[in-house]
């Protein structure tokens, strides 16, 4: 049963997402119809996003095919499925605990603190319960003492986070009706703290000035096709027909696989947005029933891809920007004497874009690529200094590939192996946390007065 239910129900983030929406509705008294078709155009929109991501999945693993193949480049690509599949077969219990205690403890402390933010990314959610529980308990602790501690780390960081982006979030879509809930917060919160650095006077990238002649760029579907398909050709070139006919295309030639391969990523971007729509269409009216009656002011906290529809050119630059950056940390990493991180197409694309959007909100095109080119390098370091705390638990050759993932797993591994006493890693661990409210509380003040004072 706690199997049926963690792995099942709740970590499958459409049914995750859709039982918030049917409670929200229940909650307001709505008609049988309203709370079926609400309920229902919620999972939808997650599995018309899911279905989108699947596509933009398997063009890019392709393109990395290509690329290694054409670049002879040998490292490590983060994944985030990867390293989770291997740890489930030692630590599928712990992660199922600590991920289900961790979502109460998320509700518990959205309703009694001013992070009122209910995480509904369960993918991710799962995937912190796994490293946590990984590293928590290789450090020694075990038993109802993990479960606690992790639970209580992870409910935490499923309200720290979005209340650490909610004000560069509320820049990018104008309102405070949802927070971001996806653990790349970090890197996001950089973008957009760089772009306001350095965006000063920058115009947004939506609104590049583009000849009539070429005013079918304008059209978000247009512009990605055409910028994929001259990427699959270039990295197609270097790779060679012979490899790409033998061990992609099945035989269909090389050029044509690689236009083809760029149209399905666009696909997979154009599905990506409808559902994102669908969702928010549904999920934040629905929302209001549990922000009414469980949760006072309660705020759902989604996936990266919510930000994408208020900057879809920047989306596409933000994505190409850091995509970048890790082709030139590559040239870094080994004279640090790491491990090469080979830039891995999906968190570059999904954290990459994201990034650019908030580096937008703050500083225009400048903001997008510098903002997401500095989240291109987090997600090329952290990885690289992750790894050795987690190659000791015995999955060198993957690693979590988000920026949240990295500091979090360098800060919680290295504090375990320097203090030895568990008791003192408890309070230790509890006492950052407690650090970590406290500024936030105070933070979340400043902002209110400020808000206030605007107002």
């Known amino acids: 049963m706690v199997d049926l239910i963690m792995n099942d129900i709740l970590g499958t983030p459409a049914i995750l997402v859709g039982l918030f929406a049917l409670i929200g509705l229940l909650v307001q008294r709505k008609n049988s119809g309203d709370v079926v078709s609400g309920t229902l155009k919620t999972v939808l929109g997650f599995v018309i996003l899911g279905a989108g991501a699947g596509v933009l999945v398997q063009s890019l693993d392709k393109f990395s095919n290509m690329f290694n193949e054409a670049f002879s480049v040998g490292g490590v690509i983060p994944n985030n499925e990867a390293i989770v599949a291997l740890a489930q077969e030692s630590f599928g219990t712990e992660t199922a605990m600590i991920m ?44 109802v003492t993990m479960v606690i501690i992790g639970s209580i780390i992870l409910g935490s960081l499923m309200v720290l986070f979005p209340a650490m982006l909610q004000p560069y979030t509320r820049k990018v879509t104008g309102s405070d009706d949802f927070a971001i809930g996806h653990f790349g917060s970090i890197g996001y919160f950089v973008s957009a703290a760089v772009g306001k650095a350095v965006g000063k006077g920058s115009k947004s990238t939506e609104e590049i000035k583009v000849p009539k002649s070429l005013g079918f760029l304008r059209d978000t579907s247009v ?34 696989f690689g236009f083809m391969q760029g149209l399905t990523f666009a696909a997979g971007v154009y599905i990506i947005l409808a559902g994102v729509r669908m969702l928010l269409g549904e999920i934040v ?43 030139v940390c590559m040239a870094f990493l080994p004279l640090l004497g ?43 370091f952290l990885p690289a200094l992750l790894l050795p705390v987690l190659g000791s638990l015995g999955f060198e050759g993957t690693t979590f590939g988000d920026t949240d993932f990295g500091v979090v797993g360098i800060v919680l591994g290295n504090l375990i192996r320097v203090i030895e006493s568990n008791i003192l890693v408890v309070l230790v661990i509890l006492g950052i946390l407690a650090l970590l409210f406290w500024i936030g509380w105070k933070s979340k003040a400043n902002d209110n007065k400020n808000n206030t004072e605007a107002a």
């Not at 650019?356 to 903002?371: C, D, E, P, Q, S």
Request: aromatic residues 12%; glycine residues 12%.
């Open 223 to 256: 512009s990605v096709s055409l910028t994929m398909v001259i990427l699959f050709f270039i990295v197609a070139g270097f790779a060679g027909s012979s490899y790409i006919e033998t061990e992609l295309s099945g035989g269909q030639n090389f050029l044509v």
């Open 338 to 380: 790491l491990k090469v991180i080979v830039p891995g197409l999906v968190p570059h694309f999904f954290t990459g874009a994201a990034a650019g959007v908030f580096g937008n909100a703050t500083g225009g095109r400048k903001g997008a690529i510098i903002g997401s080119m500095a989240n291109g390098v987090m997600i090329s």
């Open 100 to 143: 289900l205690f961790g979502m109460i403890v998320n509700i518990l402390l959205a309703r009694f603190t001013p992070f009122k933010y209910i995480f509904l990314t369960g993918h991710h959610t799962m995937f912190m319960a796994c490293m946590i529980a990984v590293i928590l308990k290789t450090g020694g602790l075990s038993g």
């Open 285 to 327: 009216p629905a929302f209001k029933g549990i922000a009414d009656k469980v949760v006072p002011n309660a705020k759902p906290a989604l996936d990266c891809p919510a930000v994408f529809p208020f900057a879809s050119n920047a989306v596409i630059i933000g994505f190409l920007s850091s995509f970048v950056a890790g082709l």
